[in-house]
């Protein structure tokens, strides 16, 4: 595997660029939990994370790819892991956010971005591949990233874990859409979303019929909740038939 390396992402990927393109349709498997991974999430809380990446393939894969039904035959199949969790400071992310909100209340004349804490930030880390109908291996990646002081603070041990899980999803899915990563990309990479992406995004309907098992986006009302420092277990609905308890 290759290291594809941002800012703050670290990643490992591996994809056959002429295979991957070549694939029209796409199926994605629940994203599971290894057994050690966010041990002090609770079983809702891993849920709604696992069920981040998933939207996330879901919504990024449709700009290409016909995504397709579990069972219905398909070029490629996705399936991802969560490997390890840092979970975040519900106190330091409590009062960051506080602070943040205060701010919103001062008339500076222009906006004023609030640094979080630099405490009890935490990260996220996922391993992917997509196989072929024989089950070999197209595309790869190990990736982990971790929330900075400019993450937007949400009060909830799964916070910074189900907002990186969306960033995850996204990276994944380009690297099957281009074939190749989008830190690989020469000059200024500029990602316009489509309209349909755009309209996910929002809590529309997705392109295609698979994804709504992974539930619709939290729209607008998950933007204002992220402004407010409310825990995504308050703004996502999760998988669409499913609502696990703590």
Same mark, same amino acid.
Request: glycine residues 10%; neutral net charge.
């Given at each position: 595997?290759? =290291?594809?390396?941002?800012?703050?992402?670290?990643? *490992? &990927?591996?994809?056959?660029?002429?295979?991957?393109?070549?694939?029209?349709? #796409?199926?994605?498997?629940?994203?599971?939990?290894?057994?050690?991974?966010?041990?002090?999430?609770? %079983?809702?809380?891993?849920?709604?994370?696992?069920?981040? &990446?998933?939207?996330?393939?879901?919504?990024?894969?449709?700009?290409?790819?016909?995504?397709?039904? =579990?069972?219905? =035959?398909?070029?490629? +199949? /996705?399936?991802?892991?969560? +490997?390890?969790?840092?979970?975040?400071?519900?106190?330091?992310?409590?009062?960051?956010?506080?602070?943040?909100?205060?701010?919103?209340?001062?008339?500076?004349?222009? !906006?004023? =971005?609030? @640094?979080?804490?630099?405490?009890?930030?935490?990260?996220?880390? /996922?391993?992917?591949?997509?196989?072929?109908?024989?089950?070999?291996? &197209?595309?790869?990646? #190990?990736?982990?990233?971790?929330?900075?002081?400019?993450?937007?603070?949400?009060?909830?041990?799964?916070?910074?874990?189900?907002?990186?899980? *969306?960033?995850?999803?996204?990276?994944?899915?380009?690297?099957?859409? %281009?074939?190749?990563?989008?830190?690989?990309?020469?000059?200024?990479?500029?990602?316009?979303?489509?309209?349909?992406?755009?309209?996910?995004?929002?809590?529309?309907?997705?392109?295609? $019929?698979?994804?709504?098992?992974?539930?619709? $986006?939290?729209?607008?009302?998950?933007? &204002?909740?992220?402004?407010?420092?409310?825990? !995504?277990?308050?703004?996502? *609905?999760?998988?669409?038939?499913?609502? @696990?308890?703590?």
């Amino acid at each position: 595997m290759t =290291p594809s390396n941002g800012l703050v992402t670290k990643s *490992k &990927v591996n994809v056959k660029k002429d295979e991957a393109l070549a694939a029209k349709t #796409v199926t994605i498997l629940p994203t599971a939990f290894l057994p050690t991974a966010g041990t002090e999430l609770s %079983e809702k809380q891993r849920a709604l994370v696992a069920n981040a &990446v998933d939207r996330a393939l879901c919504i990024t894969l449709s700009d290409r790819f016909e995504v397709v039904a =579990p069972d219905a =035959p398909a070029d490629l +199949t /996705v399936v991802a892991t969560v +490997t390890h969790v840092k979970e975040t400071n519900n106190l330091a992310a409590g009062v960051s956010a506080a602070a943040m909100i205060g701010m919103n209340f001062v008339d500076l004349g222009v !906006p004023v =971005p609030t @640094p979080r804490l630099p405490i009890g930030l935490g990260n996220l880390s /996922v391993e992917a591949e997509a196989i072929d109908p024989s089950g070999r291996q &197209v595309a790869a990646m #190990v990736w982990g990233k971790g929330a900075t002081m400019f993450t937007s603070p949400k009060v909830s041990r799964a916070g910074d874990a189900h907002g990186l899980a *969306k960033a995850f999803g996204d990276d994944f899915g380009r690297l099957l859409v %281009e074939g190749q990563s989008p830190r690989d990309k020469k000059g200024i990479d500029i990602d316009l979303p489509s309209r349909d992406k755009i309209n996910s995004a929002m809590g529309g309907a997705p392109k295609y $019929a698979p994804c709504e098992s992974f539930g619709r $986006a939290p729209g607008v009302k998950g933007l &204002v909740g992220g402004q407010l420092g409310l825990p !995504p277990e308050w703004t996502d *609905k999760g998988a669409a038939n499913t609502a @696990p308890e703590e």
